[in-house]
């Protein structure tokens, strides 16, 4: 699996990859950005959001939702104007929002972090046609994934201080059953970022300081994984044609000047042929 740099995003923290309108989003949370990047034409165009922006999803209603330091916001890509919807965590204010993702049916789940990265302060939230709860998960530090199973039954949430995955059934109503060790990330392989299952079920894990991402089966036994020419990668989408490329984000946040020397790359965005499809995202139901 070939990794080839796409675009040139130089982001400090790039996150958030999504396939909407065919072209891929994503944020870069540290510098406060929106991106689109079009593969079509190779058009790329950024807009500055009001504070950090972890996350960017299209809607039903036809716009976006992104999930801003500040609380989730509608976000118009024609007027590039951010509008706050809900502040999940107004008791908070040293939490930020930082990954999020829809299930087949249309919920939203998002997750919040201490941005200090230090403090068992993050949640995991469901927005269910407009109202935001609690899922009641154990807090953490740094919240990642989520991501959703094709079923709508099966939650992947990750602790990425403690290196874990976490499996957990969801019921009918969105309410979460017990949390099982899905796969924890052993020592020295890096921390587990943003994931994503694709269509056969298997979970896509990128790794923060462990230069590459991996994919795990069902029952969490690792199958491959792709190596990339820098340390930070955050978090893969599909997109493209039948879905068929997978799109990561990558970070230069950490890194000194020698790592950046080293690691010239970091900060893009990268594409390669992942040998599976993805599933389509399904817009948020706000």
Known sequence: MTVTSVLAAACTLGEGPVWHDSALWFVDIKGKRVHRYAPGDGSHRHWNATDQVGWVLPTANGDMI????????RFDPTSGQFALLHDPEPDHPGNRLNDAATDTTGRLWFGSMDDGEALKTGRLYRCDAGTCRDTG?????????????ADARTLYHTDTLGKTIWRVEIDADGTLGTPERH?????????????????????????????????YDP????????????????KIAFGGEGLNTAYATTARKGLDAAALDAQPLAGHLFAFDPGVAGLPVVPAKI
């Open 66 to 73: 992104a999930g801003v330091k500040t609380g989730l916001h």
């Open 183 to 215: 796969v924890v990330i052993e020592d020295g392989a890096g921390y587990p970022d943003g994931s994503v299952i694709d269509a056969d079920g298997c979970l896509w894990i990128a790794l923060y300081s462990g230069w590459g991402v991996r994919r």
């Open 219 to 234: 029952a969490g036994r690792l199958m491959h994984t792709v190596r990339f020419p820098v340390a930070n990668v955050t």
């Open 137 to 149: 998960l154990p807090p953490v530090a740094i919240t990642n994934g989520p991501a959703i199973s």
